[in-house]
């Protein structure tokens, strides 16, 4: 797919914002560490700097990309940042720990299990609430190993100050949890060393606003095709004679219409109506002052409405118009 820069109108300030910061990142993609990101993540990544107020330019949040996939990260600092920005951020408890004798090689002899730090959020209501983050050693701590390229081991901070490191975890955590719409999705450093999410999976890559606009113009585009399709549909069948004959409307009993039968031929006459007088009257050109007489003399002071059939008879023999 062809990478173009998101338009806007600028009409949202949050999306002309962001992508004045877009526009600013351009030009330092290799200074800042973005140079692998593709046009539509880096749109995205200033999106998110505009929305958790972090500075990209000084490295309070950043994009790093594994296996194809970006996420975005900052330190305990920008995260207490972004939540004492809310307004809502009422602090946090020193962390408390769960010590483990797992003697595993790989950790130092002394480490904590689990870290545990309640982070406090005031709502508007002015009621207080707490939210415990936690983090886990086995699941965050790096492997023990030093690459080719390295100078030290990719775990050393955590060797260094093991605690620190999982209780810095443990607090991102529950700043996630008390602040979810200003630092959902958004890890710090520490979290991401192992490339895993607290919950030990790989974070996946959130779609840039390119690439779901494109998806949803793509199914609105597929979704029109399907409205405009033609369906060949068969040939009607010719409506057999027998069928023409027994209903006086076939061709819409032949498209699902209530059928009216034909009725037989009958050797008495129709019976006599207005209409029928009337047309009787014009085809015999009867003089008027006699069909007016003769209409007083039988309905009398009676309406139209109230004249039965055979007042209309009556009238017909009177004219001698048959029976």
């Given amino acids: 797919m062809t990478e ?54 000084t490295r309070q949040i950043y994009a790093i990309k594994r296996g194809g996939k970006v996420t975005h990260q900052t330190g305990i600092d920008g995260y207490r940042s972004s939540a004492e920005r809310t307004m809502q951020y009422a602090g946090s408890d020193e962390a408390t720990y769960e010590e483990c004798a797992c003697g595993d090689e790989g950790s130092p002899a002394d480490h904590p299990k689990i870290a545990r730090v309640v982070v406090r959020r005031i709502l ?6 707490e939210q415990t983050g936690v983090a886990r050693w086995h699941e965050l701590k790096p492997e023990h190993k030093k690459p080719q390229s390295a100078y030290d081991f990719l775990d050393a901070m955590w060797w260094r100050m093991p605690f620190n490191q999982l209780a810095k975890c443990a607090e ?35 779609k840039s606003l ?36 027994l209903y006086v409307n076939a061709e819409e009993v032949a498209e699902g219409a209530r059928p009216v039968l034909r009725l037989p031929p009958s050797d008495e006459p129709p ?3 207005r209409e029928r007088l009337h047309a ?5 050109k009867v003089p008027g002052a006699l069909v007016t007489t003769t209409f007083n003399d039988v309905a009398g002071t009676r309406t139209r409405a109230e004249l039965t059939e055979a007042d209309w008879r009556e009238m017909a023999l009177r004219l001698g118009l048959g029976a």
């Fill in 172 to 206: 991102a955590n529950g700043l996630r949890k008390a602040f979810p719409r200003v630092l959902g999705d958004v890890y710090i450093a520490e979290e991401m060393e192992q490339a895993r999410t607290i919950e030990g999976e790989v974070a996946p890559a959130r």
């Fill in 280 to 284: 009787a009257v014009e085809k015999a």
């Fill in 210 to 245: 390119t690439e779901r606009a494109a998806e949803k113009a793509a199914a609105i585009g597929a979704a029109e095709r399907v409205e405009a399709r033609v369906i060949d549909l068969p040939e009607p069948e010719p409506i057999p004679a027998e069928v023409r004959e």
């Fill in 4 to 57: 173009t820069a998101l338009q806007t109108s600028y009409t949202d300030p949050d999306v002309a914002a962001a992508m004045l910061v877009y526009e600013r990142l351009q030009p330092l993609q290799d200074v800042l560490g973005l140079k692998d990101l593709t046009i539509p993540e880096m749109q995205l990544f200033a999106m998110v700097a505009q929305h958790t107020g972090l500075d990209p330019f």
């Fill in 124 to 129: 508007a209501s002015g009621h207080v609430i």
């Fill in 271 to 273: 019976p006599w109506t």
